[in-house]
């Protein structure tokens, strides 16, 4: 095609573009193995649901624009089609109107979308003869509407011009003042639609390869989306499980922080309590000190009452036995026959006399007894350095006495120790 027949617009451009991009699609459509397909897919990771879906969207959205951009371009490349057929019946024989067979004029002829060419007014008068608007191609029986039909002079933009060949001229007869402009420009118009046909016919097959790898795509994507959404659906009912069971380990927790919180208050209570017990079981200890140390000296002064006890009643025991001598004495000497006193019994009668008179001068603790002579009541002896305590029993306070080193004796050997204490 001549870069200087038709102007470079924005719509060219985005025609390049699009074409570059339907060719690899189509590249990898018609490739034998699907390794361009594998490395496609490997050079990015592995997309989410959400992600495919856009891809999608996006892919069927291109599709949509460049189906869109296709039909511009059928409507812009129109005009070449019909300047191609009417050069085509003009150079061939046939170069006639099908309809009325009369000799078929650039300016008088309009073009079908299946490509045939015709004398206008012939199809306006053969859609009157019918009630519908729609008939059909003389030739291949197409349908035809009134409103498709694209005359020559509409179709071309203004200020085109197309030179006609000296051959075409010369078989119908025309002259130079005859030709017109659109004559001059099929010419170079049907080298232009040629290659723009070629052109067309791979962009369909690229289209029909995109729309086969839309449709493949979508497929996938729809398996994928099914499965994602499995996928989802356990996650989602795992997490709901999941949620259950920190729901009842958050009550179980609940409970448990309770029960401490009571069993934290019963043992605060206890403690409490422990502590009061505690301050009076110490009040109790002092008091019970207190107390042994008034129980030991009462205990000790027992003890030495205990002592004076034991030697009175020994004491008294030996009174006791030598009254029942003396009573004995005096027994025998009634029941013998009165004989004189001798001077030497008179002498002892008065020396005991005296002796008993002397006894009962001093104090005696014991009213209404004769207190025992100054050798008898000797004090008891001092306690040694080291001596243990003497405690005083419940039992046998007046059987036993208290012996030095602690150990008790009965009264007979407290007896005999004092007698020989008294012989020493």
């Not at 039909?71 to 099908?98: K, N």
Request: proline content about 5%; charged content about 35%.
């Amino acid at each position: 095609m001549d870069p200087d027949f038709f102007p470079v617009s924005s719509s060219d451009s985005e025609e390049c573009q699009l074409r570059e991009r339907s060719r690899q699609i189509f590249d990898i459509t018609n490739s034998h193995s699907d390794d361009s397909v594998i490395d496609l897919c490997q050079t990015k990771p592995k997309l989410q649901f959400e992600g495919i879906t856009a891809i999608v969207k996006n892919m069927m959205e291109d599709v949509s624009t460049a189906s869109k951009r296709v039909q511009v371009l059928m409507q812009q490349r129109t005009a070449e089609h019909a300047a191609s057929s009417i050069e085509e019946y003009a150079s061939s024989s046939a170069s006639e109107c099908p309809i009325c067979r009369e000799v078929l004029f650039a300016s008088e002829a309009c073009t079908t979308m299946c490509g045939h060419i015709f004398h206008s007014a012939c199809i306006q008068k053969l859609s009157e003869c019918k009630r519908t608007k729609q008939v059909s191609c003389p030739i291949c029986r197409a349908d035809v509407h009134v409103g498709e039909l694209i005359t020559i002079k509409s179709g071309l933009p203004e200020g085109t011009s197309l030179p006609s060949s000296q051959q075409r001229n010369d078989k119908f007869g025309i002259s130079k003042e005859r030709e017109t402009p659109l004559d001059r420009a099929i010419t170079k118009a049907l080298t232009a639609f040629s290659k723009f046909s070629k052109e067309k016919n791979m962009f369909q097959k690229s289209i029909a390869g995109i729309q086969r790898e839309a449709r493949m795509i979508i497929l996938e994507a729809k398996r994928e989306a099914k499965a994602a959404k499995s996928e989802y659906l356990s996650r989602v009912e795992s997490m709901k499980n999941k949620e259950r069971e920190i729901l009842k380990t958050t009550s179980r927790i609940a409970e448990r922080e309770e029960r401490v919180v009571v069993s934290q208050e019963k043992l605060n209570n206890d403690l409490a309590i422990c502590a009061k017990q505690k301050s009076d079981l110490r009040a109790m200890e002092e008091t019970l000190k207190f107390k042994r140390k008034e129980v030991e000296q009462k205990s000790r002064e027992l003890e030495e009452k205990l002592f004076d006890i034991a030697a009175k009643e020994r004491r008294l025991v030996r009174l006791k036995e030598g009254l029942e001598v003396k009573s004995q004495v005096y027994e025998r000497k009634r029941s013998q026959p009165s004989m004189p006193e001798s001077p030497r019994q008179r002498k002892r009668r008065r020396a005991e006399s005296e002796i008993g008179e002397t006894h009962t001068v001093q104090s005696n603790p014991f009213p209404g007894k004769v207190r025992l002579p100054s050798a008898v009541n000797r004090p008891p002896p001092p306690r040694r350095a080291g001596q243990k305590q003497r405690t005083s029993s419940t039992l046998g306070l007046l059987s036993f006495a208290p012996k030095r080193g602690g150990i008790q004796r009965p009264i007979g050997g407290v007896a005999q120790r004092d007698s020989k204490r008294n012989r020493i």
